[in-house]
């Protein structure tokens, strides 16, 4: 009984593991790829990007009156607490706002 059990979970094990190894398009992507055919509301969305790198998406804003100027509040409350983290040295603003769809 006990060599069942561990067949059962070495066979969940792989069959994870084997999930995470596959050649398909990340999911860092998604949510880019959602937005890009998918516009929520009136304005148009945007992701709140660290450093301008695409795969550092951190936050996705939609949903407001004003995408944009929701997406800079965050994204100014993010730059301001990242200087903090530096003891106000070298506060190089992070995160900005890029528009995920029009």
């Given at each position: 009984m006990k060599k069942i059990k561990n067949a059962v979970l070495v066979s969940i094990l792989i069959l994870t593991l084997g999930g995470c190894l596959s050649d398909d398009d990340s999911n860092f992507d998604a949510p880019r790829k959602f937005f890009e055919k998918h516009k929520i509301g009136a304005s148009a969305d945007y992701g709140i990007i660290k450093w301008n790198n695409p795969e550092d998406h951190v936050v996705t804003v939609h949903g407001f009156m004003d995408d944009l100027k929701a997406c800079i509040t965050i994204s100014d409350?993010?730059?301001?607490?990242?200087?903090?983290?530096?003891?106000?040295?070298g506060c190089l603003n992070p995160f900005s706002c890029q528009p995920l769809n029009h």
């Open positions: 409350a993010f730059n301001e607490d990242a200087c903090k983290e530096t003891d106000g040295e």
